[in-house]
C-alpha cells in the first residue's frame, strides 16, 4: 500500500498567479470590479429614465467616470517607467550626501507592482462603464465613439496579455498594447 500522499491538484489561478496573498488580492478586486460593473449595468438604465440623455448632467456623469479611469490607468502604468528606471546602470551612483536615489525607486517600484492589477481592474470597470454610458446615450458614427471602441478594442487585448504576463508567455505583447493603449486613450480622451 502507497502511503505517501499525491500533491493536491493545483486550480488553473494557483498555477497562473503563484503568490498566495496576490492570488487573494487580484480574485478580491476581480470580485469588486465585477460587482460594480454588475450594479452600473442595472442601476445605469433606471438612472438614465431620471434624467435627459442629453443633459449635461448625465453627460458629465459618463465623462467623470472615463477621467477617474484615466487617472488609474497613470498609476497602473507607472510600473513601465519604474522598472525601466531600475535596470538603468548609473542609477546606482545617483547619490546626495547619505541619500541614494536606487533605494527609493526601489521602495516606490515594490508598491506599484503590488497595486498595478488592482488599479488596472478597477479603472477598466470604470471604463466599461462610461463606455455603456456613452453607448445607451446613442451611438454617433463620429470621432470620439470610434476612437473610445477602438481602444476599449486594445484594452481588451491588454488584459488578456496581462493574463498571460503572470506565466511570462506573453513575449512582451503586455507592454506593446499598455503603449498602444495609452496613446489611443489619450487620443480619445483629448480630442473627444
Given at each position: ?77 507607472a510600473i513601465y517607467p519604474i522598472f525601466l528606471l531600475l535596470k ?74 496581462g493574463v498571460k504576463r503572470y506565466k511570462r508567455t506573453d513575449k ?21
Open positions: 500500500m502507497n502511503s505517501a500522499k499525491s500533491p493536491a491538484k493545483k486550480s488553473w489561478l494557483q498555477t497562473l498567479i503563484k503568490n498566495k496573498s496576490e492570488r487573494k488580492k487580484v480574485i478580491f478586486i476581480f470580485t469588486i470590479s465585477f460587482l460594480l460593473v454588475v450594479a452600473g449595468l442595472i442601476y445605469i438604465p433606471i438612472y438614465k429614465h431620471s434624467l435627459p440623455l442629453d443633459s449635461k448632467i448625465y453627460e458629465g456623469n459618463f465623462k467623470e467616470l472615463g477621467s477617474i479611469a484615466r487617472i488609474g490607468f497613470f498609476a497602473a502604468l538603468w546602470k548609473p542609477l546606482s551612483h545617483i547619490k546626495k550626501g547619505n541619500f541614494e536615489l536606487k533605494p527609493l525607486i526601489q521602495f516606490l517600484a515594490k508598491y506599484v507592482r503590488q497595486w498595478h492589477v488592482p488599479i488596472a481592474l478597477i479603472s477598466t470597470a470604470l471604463i466599461i462603464l462610461h463606455g455603456y454610458m456613452a453607448l445607451i446615450k446613442g451611438f454617433q458614427a463620429n470621432f470620439t465613439y470610434f476612437s473610445g471602441i477602438i481602444t476599449m478594442a486594445v484594452l481588451a487585448c491588454l488584459l488578456v496579455m512582451k505583447w503586455h507592454l506593446k498594447f499598455a503603449i498602444s493603449f495609452l496613446v489611443l486613450f489619450m487620443i480619445h480622451a483629448t480630442f473627444s
